[in-house]
């Protein structure tokens, strides 16, 4: 018997097999699905991700491979490449309160107690104040508690085990040299900007990108700059003076190869204290360190004026025999007496005005000379303007507009009625030495050839005079102990009475020595100025110039010569036979 069932049960089996075979499909593309569901889901989340960092939190600054190669700001040499400011990668000590704390939950900032751990800094960084540290991390407020720090002292921080306390490290301002010529350099503040002297002048090459590469060369002689510091110090500390300032000005270009102010302050840590001063401190007179005394405080700089008197008589032809002879009695102007300290007899000649250092003398020259033209001179000098220099802070002269009388000519004359900064004596001082050409002083390094033309403001033959002049001052007269053996010094003392209320206070003087050598052939004046010397042991109980500023020339050139390029000489000096017989007995 014939049977069919056999062919139902294979079809059955076959479309059950496709069903199967259809679901496992099914599935399978499910799960793809899901799979890249998933990837999709994940790529969106880091896109959202990426794009709230990009647009709610500060990202990472996009950076070339030029500034990351480059210093963040360029570095400051002296003439002869010693670096005297550059960064420097440094750490800082930061208090984050939520280091501690996840996503900010409000958890203890701190494992110790907050004076504990003030404490345990104290022990690490000594000067720091510890009520004021303590305060700080009681309060949970985020700031920095110190700016720069050790790597060492940093490690010693690390090993507190305070999350809180992080280091983090910041590229800062290096001075290699300290303290030394801090009143050129100035320093760089919080912002990342130059404060003061050339760092804020320079500010904008310094951060340039283009340019802050390259390494920007003062005129500055690290040497004569450290020289003229040590010698400043000393001669200020030995008459308890309340403060000091020097130059040394080339006389052919007027580069500054040397300036200095004291006190100092130190550019690598720079204090309140260094920038400004209390009311009472500004009522006593007292100056913060930072403030530069050779370019922004003026003085009445005294006889060292009669030098720059005599070459204008000279010059203007008021002066035509050096060797006519002048009262020396006190002679009285519109009211006022002119008279000296001492007694140098009836008469005396122009030359030994300047060896004796009269203002009866003085004021001669001037009643014939004219005020008017006494002026002239002072203004072709640069007396009636801030002094030429870079740096930012520069002191306005006190200085009578419009015509002068006869008293204001004749007190001018000698030092007095004028106020001008210790660099408008050296930039005057050059002209009257170098030939007769006025410069601006600089502080930047001058090529060959770079020197500015200036202006003539005496004749060569007037410069030729003073420079015998000014040597026989320093061999006969006031100068004698800036008589550096060998070198030619020549100079002029002045010590002025500093004003007060009522008139001239007699107990408080400003003592300057103006200095240029070697004379035979000048390439260096050296201003050297002490605020309120005293009479000590030092000085021989003297308060005058002559006994303090003076020998500080005397021992500086000797120093800084031999380092500019002028060795001492027994065999050289400017002739002076024919001013000899002029002078008398000198001893």
Not at 208 to 223: C, G, K, T
Not at 257 to 262: E, M, N, P, R
Not at 553 to 565: A, C, N, S
Request: glycine fraction near 10%; proline fraction near 6%.
């Amino acid at each position: 018997m014939t049977s069919f069932a056999a062919p139902h049960t294979i079809i059955a089996r076959s479309a059950g097999q496709i069903d199967h075979r259809r679901r496992s499909l099914l599935i399978a593309r499910l799960r793809i699905l899901l799979v890249v569901a998933v990837f999709v889901l994940v790529a969106a989340v880091a896109l959202l991700k990426l794009a709230y960092i990009g647009v709610a939190e500060p990202g990472s600054s996009r950076q070339s491979m030029a500034d990351q190669l480059l210093p963040p700001r360029g570095e400051i040499t002296d003439r002869n490449g010693v670096p005297l400011a550059r960064a420097f990668p440094a750490y800082a000590l930061w208090f984050n309160p939520d280091a501690m704390s996840e996503g900010g939950d409000g958890g203890p900032p701190l494992i110790g107690e907050p004076a504990e751990i003030a404490q345990e800094l104290r022990d690490i960084f000594p000067d720091l104040d510890v009520q004021e540290v303590t305060e700080m991390l009681a309060s949970g407020e985020r700031g920095y508690i110190r700016r720069r720090i050790l790597p060492e002292d940093a490690n010693r921080v690390r090993a507190l085990g305070e999350l809180a306390l992080e280091l983090p490290q910041e590229e800062d301002r290096h001075y290699p040299q300290g303290s030394m010529a801090a009143h050129v350099l100035g320093y760089v503040g919080a912002d990342g900007h130059g404060r003061v002297g050339m760092e804020e002048v320079l500010d904008e090459q310094l951060l340039d990108p283009s340019r802050r590469d390259q390494s920007v060369a003062l005129s500055i002689d690290m040497r004569a700059q450290g020289a003229l510091e040590d010698e400043l110090r000393r001669g200020m500390l030995s008459v308890n003076a309340m403060g000091a300032a020097g130059i040394v000005l080339d006389v052919d270009t007027g580069e500054v190869l040397a300036l200095a102010s004291l006190p100092e302050f130190d550019p690598n840590a720079v204090q309140a204290s260094d920038v400004q001063v209390t009311q009472e401190q500004h009522e006593r007179g007292i100056t913060a360190p930072a403030f530069n005394r050779v370019t922004n405080q003026v003085y009445e700089l005294g006889s060292t004026f009669k030098p720059l008197t005599v070459a204008a008589a000279i010059d203007s032809g008021s002066i035509t025999n050096i060797g006519r002879r002048y009262s020396a009695t006190p002679y009285q102007v519109q009211g006022a007496t002119i008279r000296d300290l001492h007694s140098y007899g009836e008469t005396l000649n122009a030359p030994e005005m300047l060896i004796h250092s009269s203002n009866v003398v003085t004021g001669h020259i001037v009643d014939e000379m004219g005020a008017d033209t006494l002026r002239q001179y002072m203004v072709e000098l640069g007396m009636n303007e801030r002094p030429y220099i870079e740096l930012p802070a520069r002191g306005f002269p006190l200085w009578q507009s419009g015509e002068w009388s006869r008293i204001r000519g004749v007190t001018v004359g000698y030092g007095h009625g004028i106020s001008v900064t210790p660099l408008h004596l050296a930039s005057a001082y050059a002209a009257m030495v170098n030939g007769g050409i006025w410069r601006p002083a600089t502080l930047h390094r001058l090529g060959p050839g770079e020197a500015p033309r200036g202006r003539r403001v005496f004749k060569a033959s007037t410069s030729a005079r003073m420079n015998q002049l000014l040597r026989m001052i320093a061999v006969y007269g006031t100068g004698r102990n800036a008589d550096a053996p060998g070198f030619r010094v020549g100079g002029k003392t002045g010590s002025a009475e500093k004003p007060g209320a009522g008139g001239y206070r007699q107990t408080t003087l400003v003592s300057t020595f103006a200095a240029a050598f070697p004379m035979d052939d000048p390439r260096y004046v050296v201003i050297v100025m002490l605020d309120e010397p005293q009479g000590t042991v030092a000085s021989s109980y003297q308060r005058t110039a002559a006994w303090n500023a003076a020998p500080i020339v005397g021992r500086l050139v000797p120093r800084i010569g031999p380092q500019l390029g002028v060795y001492p000489d027994a065999d050289r000096d400017i002739d002076l036979s024919d001013l000899r017989p002029l002078v008398g007995d000198t001893d």
